[in-house]
C-alpha cells in the first residue's frame, strides 16, 4: 500500500497563492489515480480536484474551476495542488487520497488510502 503525506499548508490573505504537496511512499504513484478533497469545520469532506495515474485527464469541483490546478510528477512520487484567487471559503483541512481504479473519481469512498492533511487557512 502507499503512504501519503501533505505539506504547503499555511495561513493567508485571500486572493494569495499555495502549493500543496503529497509526497508518496511504499508504492509508485503512477498505480494510483490521486486526488484532492478538504474539510471545513463543522462540514463533510468535499471533493476539490483529481488526476489520472499518466496526468492527462484532470476534474474540478465547480468551486475550484479556474483557480486551482492538480499536478502529479510520477517520477518524483509527488502530487501537487496549486491554488490560487484564494477565498475564505477556501479554509479547510486539505488531504490527499489515492485510488485504485482506473476512473477519475469525485467520490470519497472510491479513494482507498489517505494523508493526514494539511490546514490551508484563508482570511479576509
Known amino acids: 500500500q502507499v503512504q501519503l503525506v501533505e505539506s504547503g499548508g499555511g495561513l493567508l490573505q485571500a486572493g494569495g497563492s499555495l502549493r500543496l504537496s503529497c509526497a508518496a511512499s511504499?508504492?509508485?504513484?503512477?498505480?494510483?489515480?490521486m486526488g484532492w478533497f478538504r474539510q471545513a469545520p463543522g462540514k463533510e469532506r468535499e471533493f476539490v480536484a483529481a488526476?489520472?495515474?499518466?496526468?492527462?485527464?484532470?476534474v474540478y469541483a465547480d468551486s475550484v474551476k479556474g483557480r486551482f490546478t492538480i499536478s502529479r510528477d510520477n517520477a518524483k512520487n509527488t502530487l501537487f495542488l496549486q491554488m490560487s484567487n484564494l477565498r475564505p471559503e477556501d479554509t479547510a483541512v486539505y488531504s490527499c487520497?489515492?485510488?485504485?481504479?482506473?476512473?477519475?473519481?469525485?467520490?470519497?469512498?472510491?479513494?482507498?488510502?489517505w494523508g493526514q492533511g494539511t490546514q490551508v487557512t484563508v482570511s479576509s
Open positions: 487520497a489515492a485510488s485504485t481504479l482506473s476512473v477519475v473519481s469525485m467520490v470519497v469512498p472510491v479513494y482507498i488510502y
Open positions: 511504499g508504492r509508485t504513484l503512477d498505480n494510483y489515480v
Open positions: 488526476v489520472s495515474r499518466w496526468g492527462d485527464r484532470t
